[in-house]
């Protein structure tokens, strides 16, 4: 029997079988891949977040194609969305956070989530940072509580305490995020006035619709602004123009189902909004210097 090629990467989802229950999962690092090495050394997206801390280290972890060093005390925000696996490095010990924006927010906004809670601010950043000792042991006390409430089956106000120890988890990541010499990737901190609200807001517009062929004045008119206003924003904030961040997000979509799904060069290029399967060829070489076709074979395992 054959399998039709597609376009789809692997996902996982947060209790498929259990839709009622709580969204949010701790585990154990080591644990967690002794169980589960084979799917987790594979390419893959969560329809989640996952929050990987390593306390012991010495391999590499991928996100969106870039290998990062996975060493003693780094911090990995993979974000719902990202593709992502661990290498086969055997010493990992640590812990991951499954969680998704419902769990958090509860009445929140959105965009106040992500504006209080992520960890290394946001659009166009790395996915890593590094924590240092004295925020380690912070983190130690949330996990020790968090685990400690998970014992605690359907007690009066578990939910409520657990969602505080995990916003209190992201906020400590994000303070060490904001330290320079805890950051190990490069970042551009967004103004503290309405930019990174607003920038946020623009982000959101992109990731549902980068693939439906929208305009910069559309996405404008969805924020209430106009064309120039727009520019100016992700000018001041990214150093970037609307167009380059619609332009990266397609790219990265292109790049991630080129080398993770098995669907021709025409259906990827439908996919992402390119009716014509040569534009969409011009296009990509354009912007990455390769051919779709050479782009899949030069990361070919």
């Known amino acids: 029997m054959t399998t039709k090629p597609s376009t789809e990467i692997g996902e996982y989802h947060l209790h498929p ?35 990987i801390w390593f306390t012991k280290g010495g391999g590499k972890h991928v996100v969106d194609l870039h290998a990062y060093e996975a060493i003693a005390g780094s911090a990995f925000f993979v974000a719902r969305g990202q593709v992502h696996h661990f290498d086969g490095f055997e010493g990992y010990e640590g812990m991951l956070l499954h969680f998704n924006e419902e ?36 983190l130690e006390t949330y996990r020790a509580l968090i685990e400690q409430e998970l014992k605690h089956g ?31 990737l490069p970042h551009r901190e ?16 992109v990731e549902t619709n980068y693939a439906k062929g929208h305009t910069i004045a559309d996405y404008a008119q969805a924020m209430a602004m106009s064309a120039r206003s727009l520019s100016a924003l992700t000018a001041r904030t990214l150093n970037k123009t609307p167009s380059q961040m619609v332009q990266e ?32 060829v011009k296009y990509f070489t354009k912007h990455v210097g390769l051919s779709p076709t050479a782009f899949r074979k030069a990361h070919a395992a």
């Not at 839709?19 to 390419?43: C, E, I, M, V």
């Not at 166009?124 to 925020?135: N, Y």
């Not at 409520?160 to 303070?175: S, T």
């Open 103 to 138: 769990f958090l927010i509860r009445g929140e906004p959105g965009t106040d989530f992500l504006l209080k809670r992520d960890p290394f601010h946001g659009p166009h950043q790395g996915p890593r940072c590094l924590v240092g000792q004295e925020v380690a042991g912070i």
């Open 249 to 280: 997000r397609i790219i990265l979509e292109a790049k991630r189902l080129l080398v993770h799904a098995d669907g021709s060069v025409k259906e990827i290029g439908y996919r992402l909004g390119f009716a014509d399967p040569s534009y969409f």
């Open 190 to 205: 967004v103004p503290a006035d309405g930019s990174r609200t607003r920038l946020m807001r623009f982000v959101q517009l």
């Open 154 to 184: 359907d007690a009066a106000g578990r939910e409520e305490l657990l969602r505080a120890y995990v916003g209190a988890f992201l906020v400590q990541l994000h303070r060490a995020g904001r330290d320079p010499s805890a950051v190990i």
């Open 17 to 51: 079988h259990q839709p009622g229950q709580l969204a949010f999962a701790l585990h154990d690092l080591r644990s967690y891949l002794a169980t589960n090495r084979k799917a987790a050394t594979k390419p893959h997206i969560h329809s989640y977040h996952q929050l």
